[in-house]
């Protein structure tokens, strides 16, 4: 009834190959269907080929950034032990002047506290170089005190005070009247040792001269002189006028 002639459009033979049989559009569905509803998990082989050079490339750089972090420990760890080795060796100086001996010891100490900072600060512990700063100032302040008591005072009080540990800030005066007294105190001994020892000097010099000059024979009465020429008694020799004695 509703038949299609040869040579109509709509006709199988007019459609040639451009015709699909229902088995064929059944196929095409169902592609489509998949392609639709496939997981994320499922992605194509490309995009996984992509994801796992990005996880690659991420371990390589977690890995040199450790072997960084390890090599620059080490060189952390290797500057310090420098350091102290140059330290150990300054402190086997002894020098012969006691004030020098000081001033260098003081300088030591806060050479010492720079480089305990300075390793700190590459280990980002900033606490510490913040604690360690203050006590380098605190050694600067307490040598800048000690100077200002030897100006002032002169250098046995200083040395005085600075053996006084035992003292608290509070009664830092009393520290200083007390090294003031004890510095008197070793003057005056000194002295005193002084004059003893030049008074004693002199003594045995006196008496080592006095024993060192010849002594005097005693002297006789020239009454009591006897010449041999006369025999008779009150003159020399040289000036005997008179006959010589009998033999």
Known sequence: MYGFKNGSPFSKQ????????????TISRDVLHKQNTMPEGDAPQEGNQQITKNDL????????EKANENTKRMLDDRIPE??????????????????NQQQFDYQGQVVDIFEKAENSLRKQKYDEVSDLLTKGKDICYARMKVLMIA???GWGTANAY??????????????????????????RLKESNSAHNSNSSQS?????HMDSRPRQKPKIP??????WRCG????????????????
């Open 14 to 25: 007019h459609l040639g190959s451009r015709a699909l049989d229902s088995s064929q559009l």
């Open 82 to 99: 420098e350091k102290s080795e140059k330290r150990r060796k300054l402190e086997k100086v002894k020098l012969t002047s006691k004030a």
């Open 162 to 187: 600075q053996s006084d540990d035992l003292a608290s800030d509070e009664d830092d005066e009393k520290r200083i009247q007390k090294a003031i007294r004890e510095a008197a105190r070793k003057r």
């Open 151 to 153: 100006d002032r005072d």
């Open 232 to 247: 008779k008694k009150g003159h020399f020799f040289a000036t005997c006028t008179n006959p010589p004695k009998p033999t």
């Open 57 to 64: 490339q991420n371990m390589l750089a977690n890995l040199l």
């Open 204 to 208: 045995n010099f006196s008496s080592h």
């Open 222 to 227: 020239i009454e009591e002189l006897e010449c």
